[in-house]
């Protein structure tokens, strides 16, 4: 694995009594795509929203590029190169697709000499060219979870935070979400991807992080964390969704 890009120590969030993180380390290379998985609440999400600045965590460190960002709110992490997704996939409705990537175009990043040529180029990549005229809000969820793709890559991110991208999508929907993440990565994008679709995380990642009752239980390969018997009990105890 190549220098640490993001590093995250020990870190911990508390809900009053509930630990839904509970010191959790792990690094992620600066080529690397790391899958987050574990059952239903097991701390994903919120790992996730203190490594995006969305939630403070109660306690550890996380550093990107050698700089500590523990606490830092999202548009600063945006400027230091730290884009993400959302579960929820909320668009400019009322815009275009073109202008709903211009919007991340000129973001915080932001000298650009051609906005609308630079986020037709992020279009390109994620195969939604075609669409660009569209208004948002008459996208397919397929086109959707792609233009939420575009909009977090067109502010240029180091690394990208993926969270259930594939989630509602059918095989083949997925198939073409797997190609173009690994596209990005290619292009010299990390990924850390939070996703209940088991066939797709376990392809596409470097390395798996395993979390249960917000705790990591296992890392590692993906056939080696999914010959894990903590993991493999972990998923037992309880019902998980969406394994497409
Ligand atoms: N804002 C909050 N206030 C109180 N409890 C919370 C809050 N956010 C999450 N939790 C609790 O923290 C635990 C972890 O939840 P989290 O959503 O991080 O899990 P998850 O692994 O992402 O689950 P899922 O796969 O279902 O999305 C759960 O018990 C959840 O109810």
Do not use: C
Request: hydrophobic share 45%.
């Amino acid at each position: 694995m190549s220098a640490p890009l993001l590093q995250v120590r020990g870190v911990s969030r508390w809900f009053g009594g509930l630990r839904a993180v509970d010191e959790v380390s792990f690094d992620l290379g600066a080529d690397e795509i790391v899958g987050l998985i574990g059952p239903n609440g097991a701390g994903k999400t919120t790992l996730f929203e203190t490594i995006s600045g969305f939630i403070r965590p109660t306690k550890g460190a996380i550093s990107f590029d050698g700089r500590d960002i523990t606490g830092q709110p999202p548009h600063r992490l945006a400027r230091l190169g730290i884009g993400r997704t959302f579960q929820i996939v909320q668009p400019f409705r009322d815009v275009s697709v073109l202008q709903n990537v211009i919007a991340g175009v000129l973001g915080p990043n932001r000298e650009t000499a051609d906005p609308p040529a630079e986020a037709m180029a992020v279009l390109t990549r994620v195969k939604l060219d075609h669409r660009a005229a569209a208004l948002a809000r008459n996208l397919s969820l397929p086109e959707k979870k792609r233009l939420e793709i575009a909009r977090a890559l067109a502010t240029r991110p180091r690394l990208l935070l993926l969270d259930e991208v594939m989630a509602g999508l059918n095989p083949a929907e997925i198939d073409e979400i797997m190609v173009i993440l690994a596209d990005i990565r290619r292009g010299g994008i990390a990924l850390l991807i939070v996703e209940h679709v088991m066939r797709a995380i376990m392809s596409l990642s470097d390395r798996i992080v395993v979390m249960a009752n917000g705790r990591k239980i296992a890392e590692g390969l993906p056939a080696a964390v999914a010959a894990d018997p903590a993991v493999i009990e972990a998923y037992l105890g309880r019902r998980h969704h969406g394994t497409a």
